[in-house]
């Protein structure tokens, strides 16, 4: 099955908001095997939007668009779809009742809102695809022209309706055959070159898998690719290609697909029977962030302080106040301070530590904006290391948060070495 999506919206085309539908979108119908055979972006204007949908309906006779279905006068999709196939726009009143009834179990002032009910208009014939997280339901309209699937633009809602609604209508209406799947190994504290040098020698053993390096401030993902396979042997495939990348890839590797490095941190923490704590300068309570963003990190996450000025790091972590003066808050001593200090302060078994330049002032010649150091410890041993990270001030201490978490997870899996 081939199609193309066309994601609308002003904000897009002005690069306001990123455009994360269409690749989320993508990949998606990779993974039941229909192809994405373009990604067309327009702003919110209506005879852009016809040309876009048009011209996808001509080439391929199925078109996805997201975005325009709100009640605001720049959401206008479906007005321009039901044009494009001849259809008059009536409203559902039983829709309507429930969008009232939803206005009001959300406890909000007034009466609804006469523009919501643009909300419940719909191109006569068209599917509704129920939308359990917004007011704007998904629209399935399909004539002569072909199909178009309208979704929202709203990235939640439009993820939600294209598991729950659209897939499965797309597999029912697809004939049995090759699939495109992928499969990622999530790496990170290695560069992408030096990464290559390790799994070039067997790129060729993968095949029929495709590779793919796609780098970024957390590390590098590796993006194992099957196309068009046998649905019976894909998984099976793209198994065998993985289990060669993973011996290579060693401790670089944190989990695959969707793996979150700071769930894995705190999985290795449980498993070895011990409970976290941080202690933060330059990241300023991301590292936290990070862990307790995880669901059920209470069993296993104490609490962090985030020492940001030295007499904090004195007063909360005990850091010594010689040692910030001869060392710098920026060193080796006072990092594993802090991390020994955390450790003891609110009686963890691990503990991690991280102090740095963030930029954009205040750094040195011998410590130049985006020297960080970072310092782990748990009942296996300490490890200090100082790393040089590129970006901004954001940039940095994200990237900072993110070798710290790494530290950490090292340290507990594989003990000091």
Known sequence: ??????????????????????????????????????????????????????????????????????????????????????????TDETYFARLEARWAR????????EANRTQAQLPRGATMLPNPRGSAPGLWVEGTPGVVVMLPGVPHEMEGLTIEQLLPRLVARAPAGRVTRSRTLRTTGISESSLADLVGPREEALAPATLAYLPSFAGVDLRLTVWQEDRETVDATLEAAAAILRPVLGLHCYGGDDADLAAVV???ARGAGTRIAVAESCTGGLVGARLTAVPGASATFLGGAIAYDDAVKTRI????????????????????????????????????????????DGGTAEKPVGTVWLSAVTDAGARAVRIGLPGDRAEIQARAAQAALDLLRRLLVAGDR
């Open 106 to 113: 959300l406890g909000r002032p007034g009466r609804m809102p």
């Open 317 to 360: 972590l005990g850091v010594p106040h010689e040692m910030l003066e001869r060392e710098g808050a920026v060193s080796e001593a006072v990092v594993r301070a802090m991390a020994e200090g955390a450790r003891t302060r609110f009686g963890a078994g691990a503990a991690v530590a991280v102090s740095g330049i963030a930029g954009p």
């Open 266 to 268: 705190l999985a290795a």
């Open 1 to 90: 099955m081939e199609l193309e999506i066309v994601t609308i919206g002003t904000e897009l085309v002005l690069g306001h908001t990123i455009d994360t539908n269409a690749a989320y979108l993508a990949r998606a119908l990779a993974s039941i095997g229909a192809r994405a055979a373009r990604k067309t972006t327009v702003p919110d204007d209506p005879d852009l939007i016809r040309g876009a949908v048009s011209g996808g309906l001509t080439r391929t006779g199925f078109v996805i668009t997201t975005g325009g279905l709100g009640p605001t006068r720049d959401d206008i999709t479906k007005h321009v779809v039901a044009r494009l196939f001849g259809l008059p726009l009536v």
